[in-house]
């Protein structure tokens, strides 16, 4: 079934401690996003790749890291998490389709201790 | 700046219209898109409307924009309880990338 798909599903994590989310997807797109998804403040953007071997800051850049190997693989580095990266983690695509929609994956809830 | 205010919460009864509102800030946005996230679930998007555009309708759903006033709304007639969940309104900015600005979302609830 073509889609995205994020691994782990949920995560508790000791302060300090590095930690990679991951993220495939399987339908060609060029772009990908991470986002972190706060109660109150909808969905801010983390990080982007418009393509395999470029990435790019979003709006709350700080404390993360990407790589962008392949056209599939996109995960998300913590080098050493706060508490105040307690979050539920979206990885999305998009193709440039007509409509340019970014589909989005089921996300992981990380806890940070 | 480029901003996107909705309302939290909305609560209807089932079978009737359910309207959650949207305004946003960003004069350039070229689309503008209603996604739907249902519990412990990824954001699905549910429409989207183009800029040029003051009215779109897909089954249920009913999108009016108001460019002049930066407001974007969705209907959703014959409310059921399946529609329960949180809609996110999302503006598409351009530039060197496929920007969206997202709202806080509108938890919507559908009661008998």
């Known amino acids: 079934i073509a889609g995205i798909t994020q691994a782990p599903t949920s995560q508790i994590l000791a302060a300090g401690r590095r930690m990679t989310l991951r993220c495939t997807q399987d339908m060609r797109h060029n772009a990908m996003y991470w986002y972190r998804q706060d109660l109150g403040l909808g969905l801010r953007l983390i990080h982007y790749s418009n393509t395999a071997g470029t990435t790019g800051k979003g709006e709350v850049p700080d404390g993360y890291s990407v790589s962008r190997a392949n056209t599939d693989d996109f995960p998300l580095t913590l080098a050493s998490a706060v508490p105040s990266q307690t979050s539920v983690y979206f990885c999305?695509?998009?193709?440039?389709?007509?409509?340019?929609?970014?589909?989005f994956g089921p996300g992981t809830r990380l806890t940070v201790l | 700046g480029e901003d996107v205010e909705q309302s939290l919460f909305l609560s209807v009864r089932e079978g009737d219209s359910s309207v959650i509102n949207c305004t946003y800030t960003?004069?350039?946005?070229?689309?503008l898109y209603w996604y739907k996230q249902e519990p412990g679930a990824g954001l699905q998007l549910l429409t989207y409307i183009f800029s040029n555009m003051d009215m779109k309708q897909d089954q249920r759903l009913t999108v009016l924009l108001n460019k002049k006033d930066k407001h974007l709304s969705l209907r959703i007639a014959d409310t059921q309880t399946g529609d329960s969940a949180i809609y996110f309104c999302?503006?598409?900015?351009?530039?060197?990338?496929?920007?969206?600005?997202f709202g806080a979302g509108t938890r919507l609830a559908v009661h008998p």
């Open positions: 999302a503006e598409r900015i351009t530039g060197g990338y496929n920007k969206l600005i």
């Open positions: 999305a695509s998009s193709g440039g389709s007509g409509s340019n929609e970014q589909f």
């Open positions: 960003d004069s350039s946005s070229t689309y």
